[in-house]
């Protein structure tokens, strides 16, 4: 069976909420899925003032682990047209693995949250296929096989890049069901695509 690491930060929750829909996608492709968070860099105090979501009830990951699966899909929400510090902090830690070449042939994807509609999605997901080709992943994205990327009755997330919500400036719009099939068909076909390369 295909093992997949669902692997995300989530300061607000938005994030994790896609990536339990990624997850449930690639475990309706017939996958093992773990969902995983990266540690939390911000001090606690700063955390829980700025409303934080704390108690996520995801184990942390350890970068030593990636190589223990078949493919690694990515969550992060963009700072700055980028992925996160916790996120770039995680992958900074996994030089040993560049070395060795032990995530090479793996599968890549990536999905994110921006707070407006033009806050950096694509860039944010570029930016992170960067680190995974780096590792030596083939970068699966989101194709457009998942029509509800071309919908024009609703703002909405999704880009070929890979699967996206948009939270608002204050966070209060959580994923559309449109954002949340995006993601679940995105699991679903990196799962997939897992399955036949390890075949």
């Known amino acids: 069976m295909t093992k997949i690491l669902v692997l995300y930060y989530s300061s607000w929750g938005h994030v994790m909420k896609m ?57 992060t929400p963009t700072r700055f047209g980028n992925m996160c510090a916790q996120m770039k902090n995680f992958w900074d830690q996994t030089g040993a693995h560049w070395a060795s070449g032990a995530l090479a042939g793996k599968v890549g994807s990536a999905f994110t949250s921006t707070g407006s509609q033009h806050g950096g999605q694509e860039t944010t997901l570029t930016s992170t296929h960067s680190v995974l080709l780096h590792q030596g992943f083939v970068v699966v994205g989101l194709p457009y096989t998942f029509t509800g990327q071309t919908r024009l009755d609703e703002i909405t997330g999704g880009s070929p890049y890979g699967a996206t919500t948009i939270s608002g400036g204050d966070g209060a719009r959580w994923p559309s069901e449109n954002e949340l099939d995006g993601a679940r068909f995105q699991g679903r076909h990196v799962a997939e695509i897992a399955a036949k390369l390890a075949a």
């Not at 690639?26 to 955390?47: F, H, N, Q, W, Y």
């Not at 350890?62 to 899909?73: H, T």
């Open 19 to 75: 990536a339990e829909a990624v997850a449930e996608g690639a475990s309706g492709a017939g996958a093992d899925v773990t969902i995983k968070r990266v540690a939390e860099l911000v001090p606690k105090d700063v955390a829980e003032k700025s409303g934080y979501l704390l108690d996520q009830p995801y184990p942390e990951a350890e970068p030593g682990e990636l190589a223990q699966y078949d493919a690694v899909i990515v969550g």
